[in-house]
């Protein structure tokens, strides 16, 4: 299937910005929406992001999951982004799938979002934190910065701040590291921003 036979997708929600947010962490895209379990970033249940969070802030795996829904308890997210003070995002405004999936490598992103409008809504945001490699290469192509190390940053001006970029590893139960070892690595860029406990 080339190209011109591949409808382009735009993203289906805008940002979700809290008030005094501090870091933005950005997929992406979302998935098809047949693998939502909820109309929000990782939206998927087989996705490990927000175990990853519920490890970080409530020592507990499954404290956003609701498992008799079988969906993630999205008032008690919001909660956590607002008190927390963390945005989310996706570097994809428009994409194609090449393959009718939600995997990176055959995602190719039309239109990036505007950054740099984005962030002009986020006066307190000092970071942004990418989850996985096409997300990485997205940023770094917007900000004119190198693709950093998985768990490590760059430093950089973009849209007139100083800002770190952050390359986590993938939430996706297909990149080959343990939960509790993204846990971790997420956990030490959330202490370095004084944003856990």
């Known amino acids: 299937m080339d190209n011109n036979?591949?409808?382009?997708?735009?993203?289906?929600?805008?940002?979700?910005?809290p008030q005094g947010a501090r870091i933005f962490i950005m997929g992406t895209f979302p998935p098809g929406q047949h693998r939502w379990s909820m109309p929000f970033f990782y939206p998927n249940t087989i996705n490990d992001?927000?175990?990853?969070?519920?490890?970080?802030?409530?020592?507990?795996?499954?404290?956003?999951?609701?498992?008799?829904?079988?969906t993630f308890d999205l008032e008690k997210i919001k909660n956590l982004l607002n008190t927390r003070h963390i945005a989310m995002g996706?570097?994809?405004?428009e994409v194609r799938r090449l393959k009718g999936n939600a995997a990176d490598k055959f995602l190719e992103i039309v239109t990036p979002v505007?950054?740099?409008?984005?962030?002009?809504?986020?006066?307190?945001?000092?970071?942004?934190?990418?989850?996985g490699e096409k997300a990485a290469q997205?940023?770094?192509?917007?900000?004119?910065t190198e693709v950093p190390k998985t768990g490590a940053y760059v430093e950089t001006t973009f849209a007139g701040r100083h800002l770190r970029i952050y390359?986590?590893?993938?939430?996706s139960r297909a990149y080959p590291l343990p939960l509790a070892k993204k846990?971790?690595?997420?956990?030490?860029?959330?202490?370095d921003l004084n944003l856990c406990d």
Request: hydrophobic letters at 40%; a negative charge.
């Open 167 to 171: 390359r986590m590893p993938s939430t």
């Open 90 to 93: 996706d570097t994809g405004l």
């Open 5 to 17: 036979e591949t409808s382009i997708e735009r993203h289906p929600w805008p940002p979700y910005i």
């Open 49 to 70: 992001f927000w175990r990853v969070m519920g490890i970080i802030y409530f020592g507990d795996k499954d404290s956003l999951y609701q498992a008799h829904l079988k």
């Open 138 to 144: 997205v940023i770094a192509e917007i900000t004119d």
């Open 183 to 191: 846990a971790e690595v997420y956990r030490s860029m959330l202490e």
């Open 114 to 131: 505007p950054l740099a409008e984005i962030l002009s809504r986020m006066p307190d945001c000092c970071a942004i934190a990418t989850t």
